[in-house]
């Protein structure tokens, strides 16, 4: 889903590797000061990470890897006044965090906010697959750092149709985003572009109970995403049931939180019930837990 701007993002990143690569020849480049064993306590997170959670397993794993087999890959940073800011390589600090180590490999390049930001979504994006909705999100944030929008899609090589519909997601319902963000492989780009057009173009009372009810169905795969649109459309064009049709079976959510933040939701109606949890909040022994306190519930043991 992320392999085309994956691959111009790969090409800007290539491009700064080239201009570091150039500046170690420079005269007054002193080529020790740039790899260095860094104090952690030095180093603060990039501002421009597009990822606010990681998952406790993959940190896991990845500081047994390290523990075993030694950091194989510096992280980079950039040095700001006395102290550091991650440029990549989080997961690898984290891991160090975890490991109980005071010092992590380092590589200090001098790079602009601008360039600091794309690496970021670079980084994230050359080591797992993120879907439209993630890269939207890390646009957004790095937004600022341009003049205008124009500008952004020519840093990373993105043409300008493509790049608004990645910021298509900034106008859908905040209940559709925040749905979004515990599970982001529900809607395309191409999809959000799509029902963003029908939100726009259509004023009924009855929109936002069908968004809501569409959505429902497109969590049970029950409707694909690249019809929802169409299937809002088809609601609103339906003639009102008669008295003896049954009405659909409205679904019952109750948002579930966590030191005020959601952090998922139960949804209701007559026919199942559907708990949604965001999954970075559970390692594998607490996900066998609440799998084995559900059992119970279900044989009426609790």
């Known amino acids: 889903m992320a392999k085309n701007i994956k691959e111009m993002l790969e090409k800007k990143l290539a491009e700064n590797s080239i201009r570091h690569a150039e500046a170690q020849q420079e005269a007054d480049f002193d080529a020790g000061r740039q790899y260095i064993k860094l104090n952690l306590e030095l180093i603060d997170p990039n501002p421009y990470q597009p990822r606010s959670t990681f998952a406790p397993d993959e940190i896991q794993t990845l500081a047994a890897s390290?523990?075993?087999s030694g950091l194989l890959q510096p992280v980079s940073v950039r040095q700001v006044n006395d102290r550091y800011q991650?440029?990549?390589?989080e997961r690898r600090y984290r891991a160090h965090q975890l490991?109980?180590?005071s010092a992590i490999d380092a590589i200090i390049i001098p790079v602009s906010d601008e360039e600091m930001g794309v690496l970021a979504l670079t980084e994230n994006i050359d080591r797992e697959d993120l879907y439209d909705y993630e890269i939207g999100k890390a646009l957004r944030?790095?937004?600022?750092?341009f003049p205008n929008k124009k500008k952004l899609a020519e840093s990373i090589g993105l043409n300008r149709q493509d790049m608004y519909r990645y910021f298509a997601y900034e106008e859908l319902p905040s209940e559709i985003i925040e749905r979004l963000d515990l599970n982001p492989a529900l809607l395309s780009r191409t999809a959000a572009v799509s029902l963003k057009r029908v939100l726009k173009e259509y004023e009924s009372?009855?929109?936002s109970s069908l968004l809501r009810e569409g959505w429902d169905l497109l969590e049970q795969g029950l409707l694909e995403q690249t019809k929802l649109a169409d299937w809002i459309i088809d609601q609103l064009h339906k003639k009102p049931s008669s008295p003896q049709q049954k009405k659909p079976d409205p679904s019952l959510i109750k948002e579930i939180s966590l030191a005020g933040k959601k952090v998922g939701y139960l949804s209701k109606n007559s026919r199942q019930l559907v708990v949604k949890l965001n999954a970075v909040l559970f390692d594998d022994e607490q996900t066998d837990k609440l799998q084995s306190y559900i059992q119970k519930i279900i044989e009426g043991e609790v």
Do not use: M, S, W
């Open 66 to 68: 390290i523990k075993e």
């Open 86 to 89: 991650l440029i990549a390589g």
């Open 99 to 101: 490991l109980n180590k």
């Open 141 to 145: 944030k790095i937004e600022t750092l």
């Open 205 to 207: 009372p009855k929109l």
